[in-house]
């Protein structure tokens, strides 16, 4: 079998999570449409490409997700560590409270 989408292709995404979705379903595919059990090549050859084409989406998303990932808020974590070592009652110390 080969075509666009079919595994001489693509061995499938990198990451071992949607790896193993990608192989799950792709199995659900070959069950379904399999010419050996009456399935239509046709629709096998489909089936897989459109597989294919999905967690190839995926997998981009997932890449751009982590190239574009929002820096950690640094400051937050600097402010909240000097306000704990504040004196007991300082006014900007995390537990300070005026009755």
Avoid: I, K
């Avoid at 096998?44 to 751009?64: C, K, P, S, T």
């Avoid at 937050?76 to 007991?88: A, D, K, Q, T, Y």
């Amino acid at each position: 079998m080969t075509g666009a989408g079919t595994r001489a292709d693509w061995d499938g995404p990198a990451s071992p999570e949607l790896r193993d979705r990608w192989r799950r379903d792709r199995r659900a595919v070959v069950r379904r449409h399999h010419p050996d059990l009456g399935g239509d090549p046709a629709a096998l050859q489909d089936g897989l490409r459109a597989n294919d084409e999905l967690y190839r989406g995926l997998e981009r998303d997932a890449a751009w997700r982590t190239a574009h990932r929002r820096p950690r808020p640094v400051l937050r974590s600097v402010v909240r560590g000097m306000r704990s070592r504040l004196p007991h009652g300082w006014p900007g110390r995390r537990r300070y409270f005026d009755l």
